[in-house]
């Protein structure tokens, strides 16, 4: 599965206290790109929830992404997430 979002795009980072598990948000608060560490975590769940076809019905912050995640990429000015089983 995969996802993809532009990196210009400006996110709602107050959507962060919804959507990362505990260990995600100590990666966000320690990351000095807010908007990139939000994007990296926003494409890993969307590809992930493809992935599960559980969709984003319920907050997605059960989760334990890392920012370092091998599975990212940056293409043609965006953060992409490729997630496969």
Same mark, same amino acid.
């Given at each position: 599965?995969?996802?993809?979002?532009?990196?210009?795009?400006?996110?709602? /980072?107050?959507? *962060? @206290?919804?959507? =990362?598990?505990? &260990?995600?948000?100590?990666?966000?608060?320690?990351?000095?790109?807010?908007? %990139?560490?939000?994007?990296?975590?926003?494409? /890993?769940?969307? *590809? @992930?929830?493809? =992935?599960?076809? &559980?969709?984003l019905r319920i907050y997605p912050?059960?989760?334990?992404?890392? %920012?370092?995640?091998?599975?990212?990429?940056?293409?043609?000015?965006?953060?992409?997430?490729?997630?496969? &089983?």
């Open positions: 599965a995969i996802d993809a979002e532009e990196l210009d795009r400006n996110p709602r /980072l107050d959507l *962060a @206290e919804k959507i =990362l598990s505990a &260990e995600e948000t100590l990666q966000f608060e320690a990351a000095e790109n807010k908007e %990139l560490a939000f994007l990296t975590f926003w494409v /890993l769940k969307e *590809a @992930e929830a493809k =992935l599960t076809g &559980e969709g912050n059960h989760t334990a992404f890392s %920012l370092d995640d091998p599975r990212i990429q940056e293409i043609d000015g965006c953060i992409v997430a490729i997630i496969e &089983e």
